[in-house]
């Protein structure tokens, strides 16, 4: 088993930025990618970025060019930031963390970000 605890998030304005981070316990040697997703209200959970053991990123086209992502396996952490923030990134962000080898895919409690116009 995994376990994933989110920080940051909470109320940024228009045109700011912000930084997530989540740190993975438990299991930690059985995981390949991490990564952010999110779900806006009454909208379907959707990928924001995530980066596998590799280094390979896999980014929504919504924040290409206004965001990094980035991994630290030794501490199995994974940080993003999204720089000129739209209230259309206004959402629930959720810490994801996959092992190709189970199958098994770990969700982390989320952490809502509300960008205000």
């Known amino acids: 088993q995994v376990q994933l605890v989110e920080s940051g998030g909470g109320l940024v304005q228009a045109g700011g930025s912000l930084r997530l981070s989540c740190e993975a316990s438990g299991s930690i040697f059985s995981i390949n990618v991490m990564g952010w997703y999110r779900q806006a209200p009454g909208k379907q959970r959707e990928l924001v970025a995530t980066?596998?053991?590799?280094?390979?990123?896999n980014v929504a086209q919504s924040i290409k060019g206004r965001n990094s992502i980035s991994r630290d396996n030794a501490k199995t952490t994974v940080d993003l930031q999204v720089h000129n923030l739209k209230p259309e990134d206004t959402a629930v962000y959720y810490c994801?963390?996959?092992?190709?080898?189970?199958?098994?895919?770990?969700w982390g409690k989320g952490t809502l970000v509300t960008v205000s116009s």
């Open positions: 994801n963390a996959v092992d190709w080898t189970s199958g098994m895919n770990y």
């Open positions: 980066i596998d053991s590799g280094g390979k990123l």
